[in-house]
C-alpha cells in the first residue's frame, strides 16, 4: 500500500482524546457514549485501540527523534485515524519486526499495521485488509545501483535484507533462479534492523539491499551519494495489509474503517504528510 506504498501515517500523541463537552454533565455523558458507539467487539482492551509496531521502518513507523519517544508515520498515523473514527483510544505495542504476528496471535495486540506483505503464509494464518500496492526494490551504491537493470543482475552479488521479511523471501528465489541457469548465487545475510542492511552496504558487507519500493525511496534521499535505487530490478507485485486475527470480530471492523478513512481523503492526506504518492494507498 513493512515495511506504505502503501498498507497505513504524523500525529504526535499515543492516544486519541475522546470529545465532549464539559465533564459533571448530562450532555457529557450522552457525548461520550455516542463518541465511543462505533468501537468494534473484540478489542484486547476496551475503549483502546492496541496495535504492535517496530518503529524502525521510515516513512511508515520510526521515531520523531530516531531512538525514542513519539512515533509517527504513516502507519502510525493511520492507527491513530483508526481509533478517531471508532471513538478510542491508540496503544503503540512496540516490538521486534520478527516479534509482530507472533504478538498479534498471543493477543498483545489488536493488529498489525506496520509494513507487512499479504503473502500467502501470512494470510494463513492471520486476515488482512488491504492499504497500499507494494513490492521490493534495490538499493546500492549510486554506480553499481546504475548498472542493475533486471533480477538476474544481482546474481553472484551480497544482498543484504530484513531478517523474517518478505523481501528475504523474493532474494532467496530469485538466488534459485540465479543457480537454475547456471549463475552465481546471491548471499544473502539477515539482519534483524533495517538500519543495519543499510549499513551493511554503507560498510561494504553487502553489495546490495533489498527493501520495500516505499522505504528505498526514503534511504537514498536519506543517504545522498551513498545510496540510490536501481529502478527496474522488480516489479510492484504484492500489497501491504492491516492484519488482525484469524476470523476474528476485528477483521471485519478494520477493512470497513480503512474504507471510509480511504474514501474521506484521511489516507490520501496522511500519505502526503509523508511524501508519498497517494496513489500506492489502495484498500479496495
Not at 489488536?110 to 500496492?133: K, T
Amino acid at each position: 500500500m513493512k515495511k506504505s506504498i502503501i498498507g497505513i501515517a504524523a500525529g504526535i500523541s499515543v492516544a486519541a482524546l475522546l470529545t465532549g463537552c464539559a465533564a459533571g454533565t448530562d450532555s457529557a455523558t450522552d457525548t461520550d457514549a455516542a463518541v465511543s458507539s462505533n468501537a468494534p467487539e473484540g478489542l484486547v482492551n476496551a475503549n483502546t485501540f492496541t496495535a504492535c509496531i517496530d518503529p524502525e521502518y521510515a516513512p511508515l513507523e520510526y521515531y520523531a527523534d530516531s531512538t525514542g519517544g513519539d512515533i509517527i508515520g504513516f502507519d502510525a498515523d493511520g492507527i491513530r485515524a483508526v481509533a478517531d473514527y471508532w471513538g478510542v483510544e491508540t496503544k503503540f505495542e512496540v516490538t521486534s519486526f520478527d516479534g509482530l504476528m507472533p504478538g498479534l496471535q498471543s493477543g498483545k495486540c489488536d493488529v498489525i499495521f506496520g509494513g507487512l506483505y499479504m503473502s500467502e503464509e501470512r494470510l494463513q494464518i492471520a486476515d488482512a485488509a488491504a492499504v497500499m500496492n507494494a513490492g521490493p526494490a534495490a538499493l546500492a551504491a549510486p554506480d553499481l545501483a546504475a548498472k542493475l537493470k533486471e533480477g538476474d543482475d544481482l546474481c553472484g552479488l551480497k544482498v543484504a535484507t530484513q531478517s523474517a521479511s518478505s523481501n528475504s523471501v523474493s532474494v532467496q528465489k530469485l538466488s534459485d533462479d540465479c543457480v537454475d541457469a547456471g549463475k552465481e548465487p546471491i548471499t544473502n545475510t539477515e539482519y534483524p534492523k533495517t538500519a543495519e542492511t543499510v549499513l551493511a552496504v554503507i560498510n561494504g558487507k553487502s553489495d546490495v539491499l533489498v527493501e520495500t519500493n516505499v522505504a528505498a525511496a526514503y534511504m537514498a534521499t536519506q543517504n545522498d551519494g551513498l545510496l540510490a535505487v536501481a529502478n527496474g530490478v522488480f516489479d510492484p507485485d504484492t500489497t501491504f495489509g492491516v492484519f488482525t486475527p484469524k476470523d476474528g470480530e476485528l477483521s471485519p471492523a478494520i477493512a470497513e474503517a480503512l474504507r471510509a478513512l480511504y474514501d474521506d481523503g484521511t489516507l490520501a492526506k496522511i500519505a502526503a504528510d509523508y511524501n508519498l504518492d497517494a496513489s500506492i494507498v489502495d484498500v479496495y
